[in-house]
């Protein structure tokens, strides 16, 4: 049955909603831990409402009309939309003002006005915005809006353009600032258009003023980034760690060998974070939006930012987890990938520009100040806002938009480019340029494999060579080996502990690369193409903690090619099969060791595959269990073919059509257990049980000797000894046996008795007598097992002391250190480097340059009037030569006192 894509993604996406209704707790104990930490901050950063009603002087109209700026060339009054009564008001307060025409500036739309006051005022500017001007003699209201590029004035707040909005500034900024002149002005101007009694006075009685602190300016920045940092560590919980730790406990390579729609897990592993972090992110937005966190932005901006960012971010960790295959590492490495944006967001200079590229964290934290300055300047942000530039150094939104989008895309190619070049113990490693290499494009034909008759081959192996080299020792395995494994057929292979066994099926599976030689099943010679054709059985049992027994043997069915209602049927006959109907809904982590296997067996066996391989199946398992299973795979032999290892010879004899023994990387022997017998076997074997043999031997060999000449003791098991007895004299055994009989009570032998050679003497003579024993860096058992420093501890019967126990730490550590030196090199340099890295850049980055100097020579401004004013009569020698100075350089120099009309290029000196 084919897989189809779509079941198998609501497959992979079930296996992971498993997941997370197992870890539910944890996981909402995060969530809801970083939701209350966010909501804590929108509370705590609300400050109460306190109205400053103070009373404030009242001021005279020509004093106001005297503190207004309109000194400067590059002041500018804009206005909009120009109609007659509009410029007709307009020109009366010009004149009011008298200033000249060309510093007003008309405008039809308001907007337009507004935004060019923003970028291209250089002075200080106020805009006009009309939004009702009665014709003159008619009732009605004038009603318009004042604005600044240096202040803004709202009904409730006030909001000043610079960054630093302090509540420091007095109240009458209001004033200074020419607010309130302008506004009189132009009310005074219009009452005279429509005629009223100017015998009026504007008086200011009061102004309420909110208390403005410098948090307000920045809420919206602080509570986004206090929102990344928490979704970085949100992330690194509960997306990193477990998508690393499924590469660590082989589930994602075993899912690989299983189908090769695997990459269905990590996007379903992906979708479902994605949903519950949009739902978090939600959930915090609203809270938000109701504490007035999001200023005056409207909130669908603000969610597609936050969206865009969980998007690219979780992209960016993919590509992280690709770095690291153990959990410990991950949790470390990831938390300093993650962190390393933030430094490039403390100052800007190019490395900034450049992280914001590279990293979702910094184009996000660019968004919220692009979306605070919006909102300080009290503008509500519209669709056109997207594309304007707020600040000469800012980016427009929508670039910042598209930033975030083009990065998650980029992270994903990268992540997919990463596991193909890199893909961890077990993978399969592509080319560097793979890419290039049109076939990777190519539609791969798929094997539709079809029941072959009993006795063809399924796989064929031929001049196989593989060598592990350590830096300790060189590990043959295979050296031009050549087999066969027939379809229908029970193939068992056999050997020494390290013979190479399992590496072979590893090899087969693709797990482990051969050096040379080519392996053929059903007619492939591409793992990639058969390996999904295997039901696979390892020796370390892989399982998910959060899927019960039936929902592993369901789960394995299905991406196997099952449906779902067959595979729960077939998952629960099997669960019968292999005596684990009473854990059906038991978690695999909490069966025993045996059952583990059996369960191992079940999902090895699931689907429809014609292969099944299957590593030291019965280990573990008891009697009647292993009985059961020679019954499974009986069974399975109809229609598959089966190659399995064990160390048991009564259970390769039971199982085996054909026996394989491995030792020294060769085929030692290969055959049926009859054929191997017959060929290599010792002959029968005469068990005696004699009181004391080592007395009676002489006589009792000699008795033999005379009817079999070429026997030989095997082995004495004080009462039992084992005498070989060759076939090539089987004619005279039974007159040496009668021999025997007749001289039991004189030879003191209690039992005779003879068997025929066993499929063990077989193994021993192929294999080679002795046992090896691995150790986990791949030396033998003649190796001391403890070294020095840890034998020279006392044996001892009392409890060991806190000294004795530290040194024993200090062992596990150091062994550790000593063997993976170079990973924990790297692993504990990694976040010196990167940090070191980040403060070079910064420092680099903070190099101001200084400009050129400023000529600052008299000479240089031409002519003008320098005003003196030094009414105190003191430095008169200072004046004196500066007068002297001012005159050499062409300028004229008068006391403050005389005229200053019309004064073009005025200078004033005040002495104190
Ligand atoms: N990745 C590796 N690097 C170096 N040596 C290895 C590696 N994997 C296995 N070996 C060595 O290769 C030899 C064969 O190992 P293998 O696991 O294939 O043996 P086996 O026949 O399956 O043994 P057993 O019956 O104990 O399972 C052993 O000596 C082992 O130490």
Redesign the pocket.
Known sequence: MACRGSPLFFVFLRKNFLYLRFNLVPLLCIFIGSAAVLCGYLHWSVRPVKHNLEELEPKDYDVLKQLYFPANDLDYIYFAPSSNNVDDIMDMVRQELEIPAERFRIYNISSDMQLDMEQNCLGNCFAINFKQVPNRGSVGRLVYSLSSNQMRISPKKRFVNDEEINHQKDDDDYIRVGFLTLQHILDRQYMKYQELNPNYELLLSSMPNLEVSSMDSHRLTYFGTLCSILFNVVLLSTFVVPFVEEKQNGLKEFLNLVTPMSFLNGLTFFFIRFICYAALLLFVLIAAYFYEALGLIGFAYIAVLYLLYILATMSYAYLISVCFHSVFYAKIGGLVMLIIPYVFSFVRSWVTSVAFFLFSTNAFLEGLDVFQTFSNKHRHFGAADLFREIKDDSTRMFWIYCSLIAQSILYALLYNYMTCVFPGPGGLKRPFLFFLDPNTYKKRQRNEYTTAPRGTHAIIISELCKK?Q?SKRE?L?SDNLNMTINNKEITVLL?H???????MMNMIMGLVPKDAGKIVVCSERDVASYRHLIGFCP?HSVFMSYMTCHQHLEFFAQLRGSRRSDACLWADTKLKKLGLKEKRDEYGRNLSGGMKRRLSLGIAIAGNTKIVILD?PSSGLDIESRRQLWDILLNLRKEKAILVTT?YMEEAEVLGDTICILANGKLQSTGSPLELKRRLGIGYRLKLEVTDFTFREREIMKIILDYVPTARVLNVVKPTVYICLPYAYKMCFSEMLLKLESRTSELEISTISMTDTSLEDVFLRCAGEQDQV?TPD?SRNDAPLLTALYKRLPSQHTPPSTWQLWLAVFYKKWTFLANEWLYAVIMLSLPVVCVSGAILAMHAMSVVKNEAALPLKLSQMGSGVVYIYNPTGHHAQVEQQLRQQIELSGLTAQNVAATRKQCEKCYEVHFL
């Open positions: 592990f350590t590990t395995i050997g502990n390290g013979a190479g066994k399992t590496t020796q030291e160390h691995d791949g």
